[in-house]
């Protein structure tokens, strides 16, 4: 399993960035994908899923303004993050599971910073 993000960068409160992830090594269409962001010195949350059935799982902290979809023929997964707040600030990593086991990319940083 290889999971590559990209699209991180600064940007301003209250602007956008999409994330992308291009994933190898596995059937893409068969798992569920999902997106999780840590700050230093915290856990990693996990804040949106989207299983191969299309159906999604979103964290209330980004609700309404984050959304995840996956592209199967181009095995990729994105992450649209609009209203960014200075508290969205973090390492975002793409991820896969199956069978309890979970992998994850090298992330991408994403700061929100007047």
């Known amino acids: 399993v290889q999971l590559v993000e990209s699209g991180g960068g600064l940007v301003q409160p209250g602007g956008s960035l999409r994330l992308s992830c291009v994933a190898s090594?596995?059937?893409?269409?068969?798992?569920?994908m999902g997106w999780a962001r840590q700050v230093p010195g915290k856990g990693l949350e996990w804040v949106l899923s989207?299983?191969?059935?299309?159906?999604?799982y979103t964290a209330n902290s980004v609700k309404g303004r984050f959304t995840i979809s996956r592209d199967n023929a181009k095995n990729s997964v994105y992450l649209q993050m609009n209203s960014l707040k200075p508290e969205d600030t973090a390492m975002y990593y793409c991820?896969?599971?199956?069978?309890?086991?979970?992998?994850y990319g090298q992330g991408t940083q994403v700061t929100v910073s007047s």
């Open positions: 991820a896969t599971e199956r069978d309890g086991r979970r992998w």
């Open positions: 090594g596995f059937t893409f269409n068969t798992y569920p």
């Open positions: 989207i299983y191969s059935d299309g159906s999604r």
